[in-house]
């Protein structure tokens, strides 16, 4: 009887030890999302996603932010701040300079996105973190074609 | 949040009309830190959008708060679905005033101390701050830093009991903002 009452408790030790490394390994140091592997929530134009921010942010933000947009458009630019790679398409000259879509590109696809001349037509994929009255920021964003 | 929008927009409209010499980025810096016994606790924001009006004093900056990487996922979850509710409240505000504006020399190279004053929105919560940064002038461009603390309870970020022992209830602040003349 007390051994059967060991091997319970070490059993369920076992199982509350295996619990915690899962918990800890799955839930606490979970890794974050790779969207350059993630499926796309909505495949547009850019132009569409920045006219719908412009018009009514509110609407539009509750529609994209937090998703995954794979946005069609024309480079305008590619600029280098600090460590970033960003990607830029511009729509308009406003307060800020241009506006547009601004895109962060994860660094492993940095280069890739350098290479392509601007005014060429890219497909780009990323997470839609919002509209700044400005621009709409797109971040760990990567070259789809 | 819409009338915070409307007052940044016309703080920024403020900005850019009255003035003739205007320095801005898209590409701004905020980091926030908490620091307790059990963890530390750090968030990155590069994409900030800032703008200062040398005639003026006029300084604003904006930040989605979507943009803050953090280095474990489920800390930036949290973060924006249950502390700072990003879905309904997805920007924070600055827009306020350099108070000592005329002791920037904008022409001279130099680390000028400033007092910036204005109003900062987190969670659609409007507080008067006034802290002290600097203006570095160098080679045309304008690099704004300032490292200050707010209480997350003043603007309305509560912190459940089961990690209250790992968020600190006073986080610090540290924005650097790298602005070049607006070209026109």
């Known amino acids: ?145 | 949040m819409k009338k915070a929008t409307i007052f940044f927009m016309l703080a920024l409209l403020a900005t850019v009309s009255v003035s003739a010499q205007k320095y801005i980025t898209k590409n701004g810096y905020i980091r926030f830190f908490s620091s307790t016994p059990v963890e530390d606790i750090e968030a990155h924001n590069r994409q900030v959008n800032s703008a200062l009006d040398q005639k003026t004093g006029d300084f604003v900056f904006k930040v989605l708060m979507k943009s803050f990487q953090f280095e474990k996922a489920l800390m930036q979850e949290h973060f924006n679905e249950n502390y700072v509710e990003s879905d309904k409240f997805p920007n924070a505000t600055f827009s306020g005033k350099v108070k000592n504006l005329g002791d920037i020399d904008f022409t001279k190279n130099g680390v000028y101390q400033t007092t910036v004053e204005g109003d900062l929105t987190i969670k659609g919560v409007t507080k008067k701050v006034s802290e002290k940064g600097s203006f570095e002038v160098k080679d045309g461009k304008v690099i704004g830093k300032s490292t200050f603390n707010i209480l997350l309870a003043d603007y309305g970020i509560k912190i459940p009991n089961t990690v209250a022992n790992n968020i600190s209830k006073t986080i610090q602040i540290d924005v650097e903002v790298n602005l070049e003349k607006l070209a026109k």
Do not use: W
């Open chain 1, 1 to 145: 009887m007390k051994r059967k009452i060991l091997t319970a408790g070490a059993a369920l030790a076992g199982l509350g030890l295996i619990t915690g490394i899962l918990v800890y390994f799955f839930l606490f140091n979970k890794p974050h999302t790779d969207y350059s592997k993630a499926e796309a929530d909505f495949e547009m134009k850019a132009i569409a996603v920045f006219e719908e921010f412009r018009t009514n942010p509110e609407l539009a933000s509750g529609k994209y932010n937090g998703k995954v947009l794979s946005l069609t458009g024309e480079l305008t630019a590619v600029e280098q701040p600090d460590s970033l790679t960003i990607a830029v398409f511009s729509y308009e000259e406003g307060m800020f300079g241009s506006e547009g879509v601004r895109f962060t590109i994860l660094t492993e696809h940095a280069g890739s996105v350098i290479a392509v001349a601007p005014g060429s037509t890219v497909t780009l994929k990323g997470l839609c973190t919002g509209y700044n009255e400005t621009d709409v920021i797109m971040e760990h964003c990567s070259l789809v074609k």
